[in-house]
């Protein structure tokens, strides 16, 4: 029994004893009592600075491309999004709100390829990317600077590409921060990102990462102008090549984590640095774009000048390629010649109407174009009436070469002679040069400054459905497809891929035509050919006929009262498109004329008749369908011969 009791007590002892031990090395029961803290209170404890703030007032600069009435921009700015892109569009939210005051159009791309994206932007923004960008896409970006247009790239350290071996769960995750995907696109304009980070531990904005830039650091550029301090939160330096300038420099004391060593470090620059056209900007922070750091020092007016800089590129919304967005609401749908609307015409305008509400815009059918309106001409060549002012301007005409001679005239006065082609071939001529209507379709961008107006012409109503089918799907940010098409300046001549296509001189906007349900009439061999020109008669000198041509009927007029010099002019109906053609004796044909469109004068000047033989005059229609007319015949002056200029003259 006691030896149990023993056992016990040595147990107790052993198990009490480290309690014992601890409690006297940690407390002291026999010390007096603590004293009583002090009650403390605000009054003469510093205030943690806070950095200073600068005007955040928002003035749209007057370097930046205007938009009609309103001062501001006009254009499509792509957001890439496709590339594992580190940010929400919550962070860019100050400097979407600058793009929108100064009318520019964000456009995030979300997935597919940059290339197609740009066809229609005036400016790309790419933000810390992960994923790497192919040679086509460099090179789209390269293009857009090229044409005009402005590149903004922003990296920061901070948005890591994290990658985590799946096959092997206990792995550790690989943080890849030196593999900058920026240097894919920066390259081509000698900039570098490099893998690093900055830091400054002499004098920073409350933490060694957040470099001021200030007094020297700021470059001579407009996006710097009156600035005197910024603050980037994170930022990679840049490596220029001799083609880009440094835009923010770091003092001596800021290092670089790459090297430990400090000096010499750029965190923004311009490239080419000499360009007055198309810019890249790279910036190796992305925090001054976001709130709160965009309020911070002169962070928000430099956010406003990234903004400014962004408006200033013209890229391909100047040109069709950027289709509709060159367009400010309203827009006018205006069919030429005013023809009857059938079901199909409305299902064209549906879908117009679509594409450009996707793009933002505002479509309405009209019977002709507010002089206040944007414009979208829609019509056949022979019915193009209502712009030909447009044509002219751009040095397109509508034309027939050669032209159309008749062999029952060459037949009567000389049957030995080689007849012409009984019709010519109806042509657009224009800078890029001659190009038959039929196959081709016509799209011109005009713009005079205050408005834009773009006509689409085609030969049939076919070609023109298919001139159309290249607008319908380019609301989206891939542009209007022209890779077939012939392209100078803002004159597209494309291929309908329409066979045999005729040209039309009526705007068919009912729908397919209903099946005949009789075999057509065939026409009697010994039927009279209603081809040969009907003699009118003698004309002379200061007379002026008039006369009513039929449908399919041809009228000849005989001048022999040479020689002479004469002016021969018709003036037809306003439903009749004149043609008019002047033959000699053997019945060689000596000029044609079809410069006008329906109801428009036709006038030969200067014309001259060597001889007192029999000239034959032809007037026809050219649709056919006949009309009355007036022919005079007055005295002319010679033709004056081109200019020449003299060696040494």
Not at 419 to 439: N, Q, Y
Not at 552 to 570: K, Q
Request: net charge negative.
């Amino acid at each position: 029994m006691r030896k149990a009791a023993l056992y016990l007590a040595i147990f107790l002892v052993l198990l009490l004893a480290p309690l014992a031990v601890r409690l006297f090395q940690y407390y002291d029961p026999l010390a007096e009592a603590p004293a009583t803290p002090p009650a403390y209170t605000g009054a003469g404890i510093g205030a943690v600075p806070t950095p200073e703030a600068g005007n955040g007032a928002d003035t749209v600069q007057t370097g930046a491309a205007t938009q009609r009435d309103t001062g501001a921009a006009r254009g499509v700015v792509v957001l890439d999004q496709a590339h594992g892109n580190q940010f929400t569009r919550e962070e860019l939210a100050t400097l979407d709100g600058l793009l929108a005051a100064r009318g520019l159009r964000v456009q995030p791309l979300a997935e597919g390829e940059l290339t197609e994206a740009l066809r229609a932007a005036t400016a790309l923004v790419v933000v810390a990317p992960v994923n790497g960008y192919s040679p086509a896409e460099a090179q789209a970006v390269s293009d857009l600077v090229a044409r005009g247009g402005r590149v903004l790239l922003v990296g920061d350290p901070t948005r890591y590409n994290i990658e985590i071996d799946e096959a092997d769960i206990f792995a550790a995750p690989i943080i890849a921060t030196a593999q900058v995907p920026l240097n894919d696109l920066a390259n081509a304009f000698d900039i570098t990102f490099r893998g690093d980070y900055l830091y400054n531990t002499v004098e920073n904005e409350g933490n060694f990462r957040n470099i001021l830039v200030g007094g020297d650091g700021l470059g001579d550029s407009a996006l710097t102008e009156r600035l005197e301090r910024l603050a980037l939160y994170s930022s990679h330096s840049l490596q220029l090549g001799p083609s880009a300038a440094a835009l923010l420099s770091a003092d001596d004391n800021t290092w670089s984590s790459a090297t430990d060593r400090p000096g010499g470090l750029v965190l923004a620059a311009l490239s080419p640095a000499a360009s007055d056209a198309g810019q890249l900007l790279a910036i190796g922070d992305v925090h001054f774009l976001t709130e709160p750091y965009s309020t911070v020092y002169d962070n928000g007016a430099f956010v406003a000048r990234v903004a400014d800089f962004l408006a200033g590129g013209r890229g391909s919304t100047d040109t069709l390629a950027g289709f509709p967005y060159f367009f400010h609401s309203p827009i006018d749908l205006v069919y030429s010649d005013d023809p009857e609307l059938g079901p199909d015409a409305f299902d064209d305008i549906i879908a117009l109407q679509a594409a450009f509400r996707g793009a933002g815009l505002a479509l309405a059918l009209a019977d002709e174009a507010d002089d206040d309106h944007d414009a979208l001409y829609v019509g056949l060549y022979n019915t193009a009436a209502d712009v030909a002012e447009l044509l002219d301007a751009a040095g397109v005409s509508l034309a027939i070469r050669p032209a159309i001679a008749r062999p029952a005239i060459t037949a009567a006065t000389d049957p030995d002679a080689t007849p012409t082609p009984s019709h010519g071939t109806r042509l657009v001529e224009s800078p890029l040069g001659d190009v038959e209507m039929a196959g081709t379709a016509l799209l011109l961008l005009a713009d005079d400054g205050a408005r834009r107006q773009l006509v689409v012409l085609a030969a049939s109503n076919d070609g023109l459905e298919s001139a159309l089918e290249r607008l319908r799907g380019a609301a989206s940010a891939e542009g209007v497809n022209l890779t077939d098409c012939l392209i100078q300046d803002n004159l597209a001549l494309c291929p309908t891929g329409v066979a045999n296509e005729p040209v039309e001189y009526e705007l068919d906007t009912s729908g397919p035509a209903e099946e005949p349900t009789t075999e057509p009439e065939q026409p009697d061999e010994d039927q009279e050919d209603t081809t040969a020109p009907i003699d009118k008669g003698r004309i002379a000198l200061g007379e002026t006929k008039t006369a009513e041509l039929a449908a399919e009927e041809i009228h000849a007029w005989t001048f022999d009262g040479g020689p002479a010099t004469i002016n021969i002019a018709v003036d037809p109906d306003t439903d009749m498109d004149a043609v008019l053609e002047l033959y000699a004796p053997n019945g060689t044909l000596m000029a044609n004329l079809d410069s006008a469109f329906a109801g428009g004068v036709e006038e030969m000047r200067g014309v001259e008749i060597p001889d007192d033989g029999q000239y034959f005059i032809v007037v026809r229609d050219f649709f056919n369908d006949g009309g009355h007319y007036q022919i005079s015949i007055a005295a002319g002056e010679p033709a004056q011969p081109e200019p020449t200029t003299e060696p040494g003259g």
